[in-house]
């Protein structure tokens, strides 16, 4: 059966810039693609001939161009953050090599105050320099700077960005988080896995550091299960219970798993 190719030009900006997930290229202008009818999935067209222009047990493609019902939502859909899990390790380092100056720069002009007092009041001083610079290197702005990081991960309304790559929910059967302890290693694992449509998977180690940025990393998660199936794991008891508050009260597809064992 003839399949449906369509070359992409500037009018398509809605589905350029997907993920090919056979080569895993972006997709780009000038480039012929080709849409599978029943998942709505976006190939390239060597890679639906690569597929014997067959997927999901079927051959039949779209006879044209998918297209947004308006610019509004296409570019709501584009550019709405949900949520922003970002590398913060540079900031650290940054404010903990701010308080090391501070004190290195205070404590030797310090001559004229009692010695008791210099101390404790160098000390304080320092470290209150080493908070507000690293409150100042954790904002949006200055990581605008920066620019991205491998580490980062960000929630769209139509997308996810793992690893400096735009995963598209249409793509995507299910997204997992889960949190595991180790018998043998008392600090837990988090992790994020992506399954796709074509039967790929990836894994991803993520850096959560405290409770509330795990909290807000799983709102934004279910904030997008009405798109995409969205499981939760955790070992641990509060992050469970908080997990089974979620579920309760979200309207979207989500799928909890029981843990094997509940830590504190």
């Known amino acids: 059966m003839p399949y449906n190719s369509h070359k992409l030009n500037s009018s398509h900006s809605h589905i350029i810039g997907r993920i090919d997930p056979i080569t895993g290229d972006s997709v780009k202008e000038n480039d012929s693609v080709v849409?599978?009818?029943?998942?709505?999935?976006?190939f390239l067209e060597e890679s639906w001939m690569y597929m014997n222009e067959q997927h999901c047990e079927q051959s039949f493609t779209i006879d044209s161009v998918p297209i947004l019902p308006s610019k509004l939502v296409a570019k709501?859909?584009?550019?709405?953050?949900i949520y922003e899990l970002s590398?913060?390790?540079?900031?650290?380092?940054?404010?903990?090599?701010?308080?090391?100056?501070?004190?290195?720069?205070?404590?030797?002009n310090m001559t004229d105050i009692l010695y008791d007092l210099t101390m404790p009041f160098v000390s304080v001083a320092s470290v209150f320099i080493g908070f507000v610079v690293f409150h100042f290197a954790s904002t949006s702005e200055f990581k605008n700077i920066l620019g991205k990081?491998?580490?980062?991960?960000?929630?769209?309304?139509?997308?996810?960005?793992?690893?400096?790559?735009?995963?598209?929910?249409?793509?995507?059967?299910?997204?997992?988080?889960?949190r595991q302890?180790?018998?043998?290693?008392?600090?837990?694992?988090?992790?994020?896995?992506?399954?796709?449509?074509?039967?790929?998977?990836?894994?991803?180690?993520?850096?959560?550091?405290?409770?509330?940025?795990?909290?807000?990393?799983?709102?934004?998660?279910?904030k997008i299960s009405h798109l995409v199936e969205i499981f939760f794991y955790?070992?641990?008891?509060?992050?469970?219970q908080f997990m089974l508050n979620l579920e309760a009260n979200s309207n979207?597809?989500?799928?909890?798993?029981?843990?094997?064992?509940l830590f504190y």
């Open 76 to 81: 709501n859909r584009t550019n709405e953050l």
């Open 181 to 222: 302890y180790s018998l043998h290693n008392p600090s837990s694992s988090s992790s994020i896995l992506i399954y796709f449509k074509d039967g790929d998977f990836m894994k991803k180690e993520l850096k959560i550091r405290s409770a509330k940025e795990t909290q807000n990393f799983l709102i934004g998660l279910e």
């Open 149 to 178: 990081h491998k580490d980062d991960i960000r929630l769209f309304r139509n997308r996810i960005e793992l690893e400096l790559l735009d995963f598209y929910f249409q793509d995507i059967t299910q997204i997992k988080f889960q």
């Open 252 to 261: 979207g597809n989500i799928q909890l798993g029981e843990p094997r064992k």
């Open 87 to 108: 590398n913060n390790d540079f900031a650290g380092y940054l404010a903990f090599f701010s308080a090391l100056v501070s004190f290195g720069i205070i404590f030797p």
């Open 234 to 240: 955790s070992e641990n008891r509060d992050e469970y």
């Open 35 to 42: 849409f599978c009818a029943v998942c709505k999935s976006c």
